[in-house]
Structure formats: structure tokens, C-alpha cells
């Protein structure tokens, strides 16, 4: 079990541009999710994955915000055209099926658009 | 809107002490309850679930639940400085087939 990895760790970008964040989850966890957070605030859910298939979206997460998750393993979140409100931690968990399945969380991706 | 409230704190406790973290839940329909605790820059750490009513220990740590109160709680006895972080209380609300709906969580500070 090496955890859920993340990259970049940091993302620094001009407002306007285009940025990709990845998630490797646990290899044996099925369903992998992204949620977002910012300063005082608890983690806000975004979207999530049973295998390959997207099952749920916030209806909170703009038309700029496309995640991706091609061959049920690791994933992508593409923010688009980026705003300075998109500044946030943006957290990858993953779990094995099921309800009561805890979320292991990754270290994050914290984007600052300037 | 579905949600889960926690007090935000800081709540502070002397070392040795026993803290008391609150939360409570809208959706009747939800199941399966988790705590977990968050060092300032750090990602949440899973520390506790529960998924029926009474009391579950784990070490230091007892989770409350009670559903017809809508109300679940996290004891931590003999409170260390290392204690000292963000408690997020979770809930994976009713009908949602996985997602898990965040509290805002409550800042603990032990002092020593």
C-alpha cells in the first residue's frame, strides 16, 4: 500500500490559463474521488469514479472543471480558462466499494492563480 | 441542502484533558459516519468510523453515534499536544452511492 500520490505538489498559473492535476490512487481501491478545499473549510466534494465510470458531480463544479479517469487507474482534473476563485487544495481520495468504505486522501495539489 | 455542522473553535484543552468534538447531520437516510484529523497544510487522516448507534473505542478515541438525534461525537481522553489539529467530521449522506459530505471541522488546541 504506497497511498494515493498526487502531482504537482504546487501549481502556480496566470489567470486565464489551462492547468491538469493527476491522482495515482491505491492500487486496490476502485473508486477514486476529487474534492476541493480552501483555507477554514472542510473538503468540498467534486466529482468521483467507480472504476473508469464518473457516477457523480457536484452540481457546484463549473463547466471549466473536467476530470477523466481512462483505464480505471490513476486520474485527471483540468481546470479550464482558470479564475483567481479557483485558488484552492484540491484533494484525490480513493476506497474500495462500498457505502461504509473510509476516503484515504492523497497529499493534495495546491493551486495559487495569480 | 444536506449538511453537516460542526463548531468551528478553537476548543481548548489543558494536556491530560478530555476533549469533546460535536457534530451533527441533516439527511436521516445516512449510514456510515467517519472523523478524521487534519494538521495545518497537511490532507485528512482517517482516525475513526461508526455505522450504527452507541459508542465505538479505538486507543484514546471514542466515537459517538446517535441517529434518531442526528448527532455524532468524538471523545479524545488524556489529550496530547500532538492532538492539537483540525477535526473534520464526515457523513456519507443518504441515497449517495459513495461521496462523503465534509464538515467545516473544529480546530482543537491542547495546551501543555
Known amino acids: 500500500d504506497t497511498g494515493v500520490s498526487q502531482d504537482p505538489r504546487h501549481k502556480i498559473t496566470k489567470r486565464g490559463q489551462n492547468v491538469t492535476f493527476r491522482c495515482d490512487p491505491i492500487?486496490?481501491?476502485?473508486?477514486l474521488y476529487w474534492y476541493r478545499q480552501t483555507l477554514g473549510q472542510g473538503p468540498e466534494f467534486l466529482t468521483y469514479f467507480q472504476n473508469e465510470a464518473q457516477l457523480e458531480k457536484s452540481r457546484l463544479l463549473s463547466d471549466r472543471f473536467s476530470a477523466e479517469r481512462p483505464k480505471g487507474s490513476f486520474s485527471t482534473l483540468e481546470i479550464q480558462r482558470t479564475e483567481q476563485g479557483d485558488s484552492a487544495m484540491y484533494l484525490c481520495?480513493?476506497?474500495?466499494?462500498?457505502?461504509?468504505?473510509?476516503?484515504?486522501f492523497g497529499n493534495g495539489t495546491r493551486l495559487t492563480v495569480t | 441542502q444536506k449538511e453537516v455542522e460542526q463548531n468551528s473553535g478553537p476548543l481548548s484543552v489543558p494536556e491530560g484533558a478530555i476533549a469533546s468534538l460535536n457534530c451533527t447531520y441533516s439527511?436521516?437516510?445516512?449510514?456510515?459516519f467517519f472523523w478524521y484529523r487534519q494538521y495545518s497544510g497537511k490532507s485528512p487522516e482517517l482516525i475513526m468510523s461508526?455505522?450504527?448507534?452507541g459508542d465505538k473505542e479505538d486507543g484514546r478515541f471514542t466515537a459517538q453515534l446517535n441517529k434518531a438525534s442526528q448527532y455524532v461525537s468524538l471523545l479524545i481522553r488524556d489529550s496530547q499536544p500532538s492532538d492539537s489539529a483540525t477535526y473534520l467530521c464526515?457523513?456519507?449522506?443518504?441515497?449517495?452511492?459513495?461521496?462523503?459530505?465534509f464538515g467545516k471541522g473544529t480546530k482543537l488546541s491542547v495546551k501543555p
Open positions: 461508526i455505522y450504527s448507534n
Open positions: 464526515a457523513v456519507n449522506i443518504g441515497g449517495s452511492q459513495g461521496n462523503l459530505i
Open positions: 492500487s486496490e481501491h476502485n473508486r
Open positions: 439527511d436521516r437516510g445516512s449510514q456510515s
Open positions: 481520495a480513493s476506497s474500495r466499494q462500498g457505502m461504509g468504505s473510509p476516503l484515504h
